[in-house]
């Protein structure tokens, strides 16, 4: 039973010491939303980027994300909007700080191009943890990785504001995010 134990344990001691350690920066990144206002595609811009990834490109299982942003970084380019959303009414920044994913499966993609990648996992916003997928695209770079992805969701999900006729429920999240090696 121990030895049964044992060889589970260095089983999982070795599939972790082939993914490689890297660390979300700002500096490169961008995080992205694009919602429909007054009918009109605005977007806007999170950052506060930290976490953890576990990258390996051959053994897409051992993979792990677990990257937040801050909400009170939010940026419309337009202040007061800004200081709106980051209410109770929206993001509630003060009672919930970060907007977080957290990876559960990392898959290849039928893609016949190597980096494609297929993400599952949770997006944690507004104290509500909702399921997502999305494919994304691994860039090796000399120091690290570059990620682009996208998706979709339902703000109404989050409970980040409420139903109305001004403000759009699909919002687009465009992620573009580099990972340095730790």
């Known amino acids: 039973m121990i030895c049964k134990h044992l060889f589970a344990f260095l089983l999982f001691i070795a ?30 811009d999170f950052t506060g980027l930290k976490g953890e990834i576990y990258f390996t490109p051959n053994d897409p299982a051992s993979c792990k994300f677990n990257v937040s942003v801050s909400a009170n970084t939010i940026d419309t380019d337009n202040p007061s909007r800004d200081k709106s959303l980051r209410s109770n009414e929206y993001f509630d920044a003060p009672k919930y700080p970060e907007i977080r994913i957290v990876s559960t499966k990392i898959d290849k993609t039928n893609k016949t191009a190597s980096g494609y990648y297929y993400f599952t996992g949770n997006l944690i916003m507004h104290g509500i943890t909702q399921p997502i997928s999305f494919p994304f695209h691994a860039e090796n770079r000399k120091d690290g990785y570059f990620f682009t992805g996208d998706f979709e969701l339902n703000r109404l999900h989050y409970q980040v504001g409420e139903d109305n006729a001004v403000l759009g429920n699909k919002v687009i999240i465009t992620l573009k995010v580099f990972a340095k090696k730790n």
């Not at 599939?15 to 595609?41: E, L, M």
């Open 15 to 44: 599939s972790s010491a082939n993914a490689q350690n890297y660390v979300p920066v700002d500096a490169g990144s961008k995080v992205h939303f694009v919602i429909k206002n007054f009918g009109i595609k605005t977007g806007g």
